[in-house]
């Protein structure tokens, strides 16, 4: 068969009429499924599937080959939605949906500015726009995105560094592994820092002062901080190091180096260094040097030493500036330390009006950012009520719940007291006495001695003198007075765990346990008198002899009594002076008579008078 040029000509026609056929055809598809996945995103918007509406517009966005007012306006409705009350700093994704939405504002109200069709939707942009603007940190959330972008292991170190400022401890410790993990030396050497490996740290020293001779600020602040967190390691890690001396001077000329190279942690730990002085009095403390480097340290983007500079005009009562400074690191992203310090300022009012929906709302942002505390502070602000924030005993109790929840112990002594006083729920003895007990649990001192001294279950007045070695606040115990069993057990085991924790009231009635034998605890008058001296109260031991001397609860046998009452009367105790010669005189309790010595004590007793 001859196939003819005419043939050919007519058969490429036909062939390319058949395709924009299709291609038309598929065009007419494409178009129809791309308005069904814009359909199915207003669907998801409408329902608050936000993730899900984001999807299906860059779906139908794909389908119909370019993006189209309608898409970008909803994708830009959605992706805010998407991080409307969110820290964004605090989920690793948030950044890269922040900044694909500041973008997207932005070509939006460029390219649609002259369109009236789209007056209201260009509003609701630009009223977007300006929101992201004024409640962002922008410049910070663009530089992560940045620092994000094909990441070598120097950008994910930076990325820890930023993190880090801002208080994201999760999200620091994933980039610090991450840069770690992509054999960045500096990452390595702080890993080893924290984990205390001396074996390791010495093959690290050679490699990281390559980095520094080549000038990466990083890793001399990685070597600062080594010279200066644990004298043991420093050595480990530069045997030249011998001394605390040279250790500082090693620390401070890294930190210089480093911040000479822009880093912002090392200008920051500068300040430090010289706001407080170097250990061994190897640098003197110096303010103005401090202010200095704090200052250097802000401008460059470091918000821990705002949080400093803030902290030192606080202490010199000038909370107006403070507040100043404070306010200024918001547009780096704040911290949880500072948001507290925001809150009290506001609660306060120091250097602010008074405010307590102001303090609320950064106590929030501060349990973001993992500030247990935090609860506590909201709870205790609706519990008395303020400028701008109506007293509520029920929802301050569901935020020392959620404490409770996170593991704070205030929160727990707070709910305790709550149930002792019928505050936002039903008075509960029972309920109380658990709550204190679950607070002293978690460390609550003054909650130990609440139940030490409640478990002793004796009525305030005379009885405290014969009861408890230090002078009970009668007030205070009344307030928290559960009316519970007594128990000697508990009582003892109480005071003991607080005295181990420093106070000093349990430390001498723990001396008077050890002292007596009492409870369970072998008599043992040496760890008594070292209990004794912890209480820096000279006249526990003195107490402590009168009291078991006198109670046949702790002395069990008349010769014990004898022994104690004359300690404690030997001691100048008018009181055990009195008890010794009334039993010398008349002989009861187990006391042979003896005039003589009624006599003697009676004397020493009216010599006290």
């Known amino acids: 068969m001859v196939i003819t040029k005419n043939k050919i000509v007519c058969m490429r026609i036909w062939t390319l009429l058949l395709s924009l056929v299709l291609l038309v055809n598929n065009s007419k598809a494409q178009t129809a499924l791309a308005k069904l996945k814009f359909e199915d995103a207003e ?117 820890y560094c930023i993190y880090n400022d801002l208080g994201c401890s999760a999200n620091a410790g994933y980039y610090r592994y991450e840069a770690a993990t992509n054999g960045y030396i500096p990452a390595r050497v702080l890993n080893m820092r924290d984990a205390k490996e001396k074996d390791m740290l010495p093959q690290q020293y050679k490699p990281l002062m390559k980095l520094v001779s080549e000038g990466d600020a990083h890793a001399a602040q990685v070597a600062a901080s080594v010279y200066y967190s644990d004298s043991a390691l420093a050595v480990a ?53 401090a202010m200095n480097w704090f200052t250097k340290a802000i401008a460059n983007g470091s918000i821990l030493a705002a949080y ?54 950064y106590y929030k942002l501060a349990l973001v950012r993992g500030s247990v505390s935090g609860y506590a502070n909201i709870a205790f602000l609706y519990s008395i009520g303020g400028p701008n924030l109506t007293q509520n005993d029920f929802t301050a109790l569901e935020w020392y719940r959620k404490g409770a929840e996170n593991g704070d112990a205030y929160s727990m002594s707070c709910i305790a007291k709550a149930y002792l006083k019928g505050r936002g729920v039903a008075m509960h003895l029972q309920e109380a006495e658990k709550w204190f007990t679950k607070a002293a649990h978690a460390g609550r001192v003054n909650d130990m001695m609440i139940l030490g001294e409640n478990y002793t279950n004796r009525d305030i007045g005379f009885a405290d003198e014969v009861t408890f070695c230090y002078k009970v606040n009668a007030s205070e115990y009344e307030e928290h007075r559960l009316f519970c069993s007594k128990s000697d057990s508990l009582a003892a085991y109480w005071f003991m765990q607080a005295a181990k924790k420093g106070n000093k009231n349990a430390a001498a009635q723990t001396g ?98």
């Not at 401070?252 to 942690?265: F, L, N, S």
């Not at 107006?320 to 925001?342: C, H, V």
């Not at 009195?578 to 005189?585: C, P």
């Open 512 to 609: 008077m346990f050890y002292l007596a034998g009492l409870f369970g605890i072998k008599e043992d008058e040496k760890t008594a008198m070292e209990y004794f001296s912890a209480s820096g109260d000279t006249a526990a031991y003195t107490r402590a002899c009168f009291m078991i001397g006198l109670n046949p609860r702790l002395y069990k046998t008349p010769e014990r009594s004898i022994y104690f009452l004359t300690k404690a009367a030997e001691h100048g105790h008018g009181y055990a002076m009195f008890n010794l010669s009334n039993r010398y005189k008349k002989g009861y309790n187990g006391y042979p008579k003896d005039k003589d010595k009624a006599r003697f004590w009676e004397q020493k007793y009216n010599a006290t008078k």
């Open 308 to 361: 400093f500079k803030g902290g030192w005009y606080e202490k010199n009562n000038d909370y107006k500036q403070a507040m100043n400074i404070y306010k200024n690191a918001l547009e780096m992203g704040g911290s949880a330390t500072l948001f507290d310090n925001l809150a009290r300022n506001y609660q306060y009012g120091w250097g602010v009006e008074a405010d307590y929906a102001e303090a609320l709302k």
């Open 237 to 289: 890690f530069d045997p030249s190091a011998t001394t605390v001396e040279i250790q500082v001077k090693k620390a401070v000329a890294m930190y210089e180096k480093a911040a000479a190279g822009g880093d912002i942690t090392a200008m920051t730990s500068l300040g430090i260094l010289y706001r407080n002085g170097a250990q061994g009095g190897y640098l003197a403390p110096d303010s103005a040097k």
């Open 43 to 159: 669907q998801a918007f409408n329902n608050g599937d936000y993730r899900t509406a984001i999807t299906s517009l860059k779906e139908a966005e794909k389908l119909f080959g370019k993006t189209n007012p309608p898409i970008q306006h909803l994708l830009i409705l959605s992706q805010y939605k998407l991080l409307e009350g969110k820290d964004v700093f605090m989920d690793i994704a948030s950044p890269q949906i922040f900044n694909e939405l500041y973008k997207n504002c932005q070509l939006f109200l460029q390219k649609n500015s002259d369109d009236e069709r789209l007056t209201g939707k260009y509003k609701e942009v630009y009223k977007i726009s300006e929101q992201l603007k004024s409640d962002f940190p922008v410049a910070r959330i663009q530089l992560i995105g940045e620092l994000k972008q094909r990441p070598n292991p120097q950008k994910l170190y930076q990325l």
